[in-house]
């Protein structure tokens, strides 16, 4: 059973997702909050597998929740809800450590997945939302390690094998660990290393870097 944390400012939204979660006997809503501070008490008291995080909530936003809660508790996974006009959130979501995002007009099945993929392990981009992601990063001016680690010349991949390559654009269209051994026949174990070792190459610090990165090749 996966426990989810629903976070958001609206009654409205919250109930919808409760009926769109319930559709899934893998996956439980224990709790809601209706911003990111209520949302860090709640913490205290029993922690998620998965927390579904809207950006935009008084008292403390999504994104600053995302920080405090990724220092505290890293292992807990965070789904940030988004829309098209919400960039400069987006692109600090990233660098607070959250494990995808999808939209808020999103379906019940794109939501489902997002849950069980970064629930496994993995992150879960919308296809939207990549593009958002790089216009963000060419957008916004801000100069720190990671600006410069994601804007490295094309020449970067050939520090990658063949196979790391292919793995690691896989990762960037979205593509799970357990996806990616059924279309390379490869082990989970050995995609896994592959993962490990590709981060390590690019300095990078997680797969939603590295798929920004990617993408931002292309």
């Known amino acids: 059973m996966i426990n989810v944390i629903l976070a958001d400012d609206q009654n409205l939204v919250r109930e919808g997702l409760k009926m769109l979660l319930s559709l899934d006997t893998d996956i439980n809503v224990t709790a809601e909050a209706e911003n990111g501070e209520q949302l860090i008490h709640l913490l205290n008291i029993s922690l ?9 909530m008084p008292v403390m936003n999504g994104v600053e929740a995302t920080g405090i809660i990724k220092k505290l508790y890293p292992k807990v996974k965070i789904i940030i ?3 098209f006009n919400e960039d400069e959130y987006i692109f600090n979501g990233i660098k607070n450590g959250a494990d995808g995002y999808i939209l808020k007009d999103a379906g019940s099945d794109d939501i489902i997945k997002a849950i069980k993929t970064t ?17 963000a990063y060419n957008s916004i001016n801000i100069k720190n390690d990671f600006y410069n680690s994601v804007f490295r010349e094309k020449s ?3 520090e990658l094998t063949s196979r790391e390559q292919e793995v690691a654009k896989l ?8 996806e990616i051994c059924k279309i390379l026949f490869l082990t989970e174990g050995t995609v896994r290393n592959y993962v490990t070792k590709i981060l390590e190459k690019l300095e990078l610090n997680n797969r939603t870097e590295l ?3 990617i993408n931002n090749l292309k």
Not at 49 to 55: A, G, K, S
Request: proline fraction near 5%; hydrophobic fraction near 45%; avoid cysteine.
């Open 81 to 83: 809800l988004t829309t």
């Open 171 to 178: 990762i960037a269209k979205g593509h799970s660990n357990k």
């Open 211 to 213: 798929a920004v990165f």
């Open 48 to 56: 998620p597998d998965v927390i579904l995080m809207d950006v935009r």
């Open 156 to 158: 970067v991949l050939t």
């Open 119 to 135: 629930y496994n392990g993995d992150i879960h981009l919308a296809p939207q939302v990549a593009t958002k992601l790089v216009r």
